[in-house]
């Protein structure tokens, strides 16, 4: 089965995934792979290296797609696209979303000191829902050149 985990940043994505998987199951995290590639933290890294991570994460995605392994694969996927979402389903991935509420993934990012631009992607995760964070009672950009809502 493949399973695909979505939700803010901070909503505790990788946790669950890293509870619930087995040794030896597939798991495709775009942090783990963008700090594998020189990123300073798993949440911190330049565009090059979120570009070349992004191009290794869609091709394992194609990969997984076309040929899913025989043992669990668990993909970390923010904000995936209708097209995403509909390729998902249409393949049988069991689509989870994690949302734990704008607050407690705000405070979730500050207690862990995320980068700056984390409660900015948090917002618009909720914003795009129709959803408001009550962060400052505003809703903030990303900072130019990140985008961590794939």
Known sequence: MIHVITGPPCSGKTTYVSDKKKTGDVVIDLDAIA???GGETRQEYNDDILAFSNTARYAVIEKLMKQP???DAWLIHCDPDEKAL?????TGCAIETLDPGADT?????KEAGRPEWTSA?????YQKRGLHSAHDGRLNSPQKGRNAMD
Do not use: G
Not at 86 to 90: A, F, G, Q, V
Not at 105 to 109: M, P, S
Not at 121 to 125: G, L
């Open 121 to 125: 992607v948090i917002d618009k995760w």
């Open 105 to 109: 993934c705000l405070k979730r990012a």
């Open 69 to 71: 392994p025989e043992r």
């Open 35 to 37: 700090y594998a590639m």
């Open 86 to 90: 509909k390729r998902y389903s249409e």
